[in-house]
C-alpha cells in the first residue's frame, strides 16, 4: 500500500521469513558459524533455540538454501506437535517420501535405512529439519537419536536439525536425555537485537526493499522501538510496518517520535480486551432500530463528497440486505428444525396410541 510513496521496490518489514532480507547480527552470525561448522561435520545433530520471531526460520532458509544450490542435499522439513515417538517416526517418512502408511514401525526403519543408503550411494546426503522441537515427548527425542545411528561404512547417513523456543534448552538439560546430548554436534541460541542492532536492522530492511533517502526516523525512534519490542524481530517489523502506515496516510516521510508513540497506542488499544457486555433481562424486548441512540446530528453536512457518499451509501444498502438475507436464512432453518421435531413428536404418538389400543399384542408374540 505505501510502497510507491516511499520509492519502496518491495514491503520492508513483512512477518513472513524471508532470507534475502537477512540481517548479520551478533547473534546471528555466531548462529550461522555454529551451523556452518556443524554442517560441515555431516554428523550428530544441530540445535537452534531463540526466542518467537527472533530470526530462527530466516537463519535457517537461509543456510538450507545454500546447501540446496548444489542439489546434493535431500532435505526433509517436519513441524512436530504432541506426538507419540511411532508417530514421529512416520512423519520423519512422509518428510522424505517413504512410505509409511499401515507399515509397521520395523518396516518404517528398513524402508527409512534403504532410502538413506540409496542417496549416499548417489553422492547426496541426508538431512532431517525439525521445527518447534519443544514440542517433542522424550521417546520421540530417542527415536531421532535411534535414526542418528544408521551409518554407511563410516559415514552418518543422516544430519538432523533441531529447531525451537527456549525451553527446549531445558528439556535436553533432563537427566535420561544423556545419551542424546552425547550426539550433538553443535548448539545455538539466537536472542535479540541491542539497541544498535535494532536501527541497523531497521536500515537494512529498507535499503533490501530499495530504500534510498525516505523515509527518514528520527533518532530518538529507534530508541522507542527497541525499547517496545524487545529487540525481536518480528516485533519490530510489525511496528515498523505500522509506522510506514501511518507516515504514508500522514503523508509524511519523516517519521518523528511521537508517531512512534501513536503506534503504539494504537496497538494497545487493538489487543486490549473489550469490556463486557451488558447483561440482558430474560423477557425484556429487544430494541429495535428505531429505539437505538445513535446520537449523530443529521442537521450538519455530510463531510464526504457526493460520489464517495454515494458509494458508501451504496455499500450499507448492500450489507443490510446481506443481513436481512441472513436472518431469513436462519428463520427458515429454526422453521425446518422444528417441523422435524413435531414429526418425530407425531409419530412416537401415533406409536403410543397403537401400543395402549393393543395392550396384549406385545405379550403374543412372547
Same mark, same amino acid.
Request: charged share 25%; glycine share 6%.
Given at each position: 500500500?505505501?510502497?510507491?510513496?516511499?520509492? $519502496?521496490?518491495?514491503?520492508?518489514?513483512?512477518?513472513?521469513?524471508?532470507?534475502?532480507?537477512?540481517?548479520?547480527?551478533?547473534?546471528?552470525?555466531?548462529?550461522?558459524?555454529?551451523?556452518?561448522?556443524?554442517?560441515?561435520?555431516?554428523?550428530?545433530?544441530?540445535?537452534?533455540?531463540?526466542?518467537?520471531?527472533?530470526?530462527?526460520?530466516?537463519?535457517?532458509?537461509?543456510?538450507?538454501?545454500? #546447501?540446496?544450490?548444489?542439489?546434493?542435499?535431500?532435505?526433509?522439513?517436519?513441524?512436530?506437535?504432541?506426538?507419540?515417538?511411532?508417530?514421529?517416526?512416520?512423519?520423519?517418512? &512422509?518428510?522424505?517420501?517413504?512410505?509409511?502408511?499401515? &507399515?509397521?514401525?520395523?518396516?518404517?526403519?528398513?524402508?527409512?535405512?534403504?532410502?538413506?543408503?540409496?542417496?549416499?550411494?548417489?553422492?547426496?546426503?541426508?538431512?532431517?529439519?525439525?521445527?518447534?522441537?519443544?514440542?517433542?515427548?522424550?521417546?520421540?527425542?530417542?527415536?531421532?537419536?535411534?535414526?542418528?545411528?544408521?551409518?554407511?561404512?563410516?559415514?552418518? #547417513?543422516?544430519?538432523?536439525?533441531?529447531?525451537?523456543?527456549?525451553?527446549?534448552?531445558?528439556?535436553?538439560?533432563?537427566?535420561?536425555?544423556?545419551?542424546?546430548?552425547?550426539?550433538?554436534?553443535?548448539?545455538?541460541?539466537?536472542?535479540?537485537?541491542?539497541?544498535?542492532?535494532?536501527?541497523?536492522?531497521?536500515?537494512?530492511?529498507?535499503?533490501?526493499?530499495?530504500?534510498?533517502?525516505?523515509?527518514?526516523?528520527?533518532?530518538?525512534?529507534?530508541?522507542?522501538?527497541?525499547?517496545?519490542?524487545?529487540?525481536?524481530?518480528?516485533?519490530?517489523?510489525?511496528?515498523?510496518?505500522?509506522?510506514? $502506515?501511518?507516515?504514508?496516510?500522514?503523508?509524511?516521510?519523516?517519521?518523528? +517520535?511521537?508517531?512512534?508513540?501513536?503506534?503504539?497506542?494504537? +496497538?494497545?488499544?487493538?489487543?486490549?480486551?473489550?469490556?463486557?457486555?451488558?447483561?440482558?433481562?430474560?423477557?425484556?424486548?429487544?430494541?429495535?432500530?428505531?429505539?437505538?441512540?445513535?446520537?449523530?446530528?443529521?442537521?450538519?453536512?455530510?463531510?464526504?463528497?457526493?460520489?464517495?457518499?454515494?458509494?458508501?451509501?451504496?455499500? $450499507?444498502?448492500?450489507?443490510?440486505?446481506? #443481513?436481512?438475507?441472513?436472518?431469513?436464512?436462519? +428463520?427458515?432453518?429454526?422453521?425446518?428444525?422444528?417441523?422435524?421435531?413435531?414429526?418425530?413428536?407425531?409419530?412416537?404418538?401415533?406409536?403410543?396410541?397403537?401400543?395402549?389400543?393393543?395392550?396384549?399384542?406385545?405379550?403374543?408374540?412372547?
Amino acid at each position: 500500500m505505501y510502497e510507491a510513496f516511499y520509492g $519502496l521496490s518491495a514491503k520492508p518489514f513483512q512477518l513472513n521469513p524471508d532470507p534475502s532480507f537477512y540481517f548479520g547480527s551478533k547473534q546471528h552470525r555466531r548462529a550461522k558459524a555454529y551451523l556452518d561448522y556443524g554442517v560441515l561435520r555431516n554428523e550428530g545433530f544441530i540445535v537452534i533455540t531463540g526466542e518467537i520471531g527472533a530470526g530462527k526460520t530466516t537463519l535457517l532458509r537461509g543456510l538450507l538454501e545454500s #546447501l540446496d544450490a548444489g542439489q546434493q542435499v535431500v532435505i526433509g522439513n517436519i513441524v512436530t506437535t504432541q506426538l507419540d515417538a511411532e508417530d514421529t517416526l512416520r512423519m520423519v517418512a &512422509a518428510a522424505f517420501g517413504v512410505r509409511a502408511r499401515d &507399515a509397521s514401525k520395523s518396516d518404517i526403519l528398513m524402508s527409512l535405512e534403504a532410502f538413506f543408503v540409496a542417496q549416499v550411494s548417489q553422492g547426496k546426503r541426508c538431512l532431517l529439519v525439525v521445527d518447534e522441537a519443544q514440542n517433542l515427548t522424550a521417546k520421540a527425542v530417542e527415536e531421532l537419536r535411534m535414526l542418528s545411528n544408521f551409518q554407511f561404512g563410516t559415514q552418518s #547417513l543422516l544430519q538432523t536439525f533441531l529447531v525451537g523456543q527456549p525451553e527446549f534448552r531445558y528439556i535436553l538439560q533432563r537427566p535420561e536425555m544423556e545419551q542424546f546430548r552425547q550426539r550433538v554436534a553443535a548448539t545455538c541460541h539466537i536472542g535479540p537485537l541491542d539497541e544498535e542492532e535494532t536501527q541497523r536492522y531497521i536500515e537494512h530492511r529498507l535499503k533490501c526493499a530499495g530504500a534510498t533517502d525516505k523515509p527518514e526516523f528520527d533518532p530518538e525512534a529507534f530508541l522507542v522501538i527497541h525499547r517496545a519490542t524487545g529487540g525481536i524481530p518480528r516485533r519490530i517489523n510489525t511496528l515498523a510496518d505500522r509506522l510506514l $502506515l501511518l507516515g504514508f496516510m500522514a503523508g509524511k516521510v519523516k517519521l518523528e +517520535l511521537a508517531d512512534v508513540n501513536e503506534v503504539l497506542k494504537d +496497538l494497545s488499544q487493538e489487543s486490549a480486551l473489550p469490556p463486557p457486555s451488558k447483561p440482558v433481562s430474560i423477557g425484556a424486548e429487544p430494541e429495535s432500530d428505531s429505539q437505538l441512540d445513535l446520537d449523530l446530528d443529521l442537521t450538519r453536512p455530510p463531510p464526504l463528497a457526493a460520489g464517495p457518499l454515494q458509494q458508501f451509501e451504496r455499500q $450499507l444498502d448492500g450489507q443490510l440486505h446481506d #443481513l436481512h438475507a441472513e436472518r431469513l436464512l436462519r +428463520l427458515e432453518r429454526s422453521l425446518l428444525r422444528l417441523e422435524r421435531i413435531n414429526l418425530q413428536s407425531l409419530k412416537m404418538l401415533q406409536r403410543l396410541v397403537k401400543a395402549l389400543q393393543h395392550p396384549d399384542a406385545g405379550s403374543q408374540h412372547e
